[in-house]
């Protein structure tokens, strides 16, 4: 099946700005808008973690340590996911990854690649 597609990632200095587009395959978009979405990232030697997510209402929950920096929305009409990153920080270099929560909060889809996002001067 196709694969959810992130993209948006690059190389950034400390303290700037990117915006992560997640577009949903064919097969998702039927059911896209009832779900909850949300982003992951997965940064080298560590584990995935889900940094945000977006109810069907539009209702945002964010980890702690992008609370105040990150913004999650959704564009129903274009089956999209987006995250906004400010103020980045060395420490959100990561792959970063959408994906569909099931109603037991476990992911609901196959990984897609991810967007590489690096931050360094």
């Not at 909850?36 to 560590?46: F, H, I």
Request: glycine letters at 10%; hydrophobic letters at 30%; charged letters at 20%.
């Amino acid at each position: 099946q196709p694969q959810l597609v992130e993209s948006g990632g690059g190389l950034v200095q400390p303290g700037g700005s990117l915006r992560l587009s997640c577009r949903a395959p064919r097969h998702i978009t039927s059911v896209f808008n009832p779900l909850l979405w949300g982003w992951y990232r997965q940064a080298p030697g560590k584990e995935r973690e889900l940094v945000a997510s977006i109810t069907s209402g539009r209702t945002t929950d964010y980890a702690d340590s992008v609370k105040g920096r990150f913004t999650i929305s959704r564009d129903n009409s274009r089956k999209t996911i987006y995250l906004q990153m400010n103020n980045l920080k060395p420490e959100d270099t990561a792959v970063y990854y959408c994906n569909a929560l099931s109603t037991t909060n476990l992911p609901k889809y196959t990984w897609g690649a991810g967007a590489q996002v690096t931050v360094s001067s």
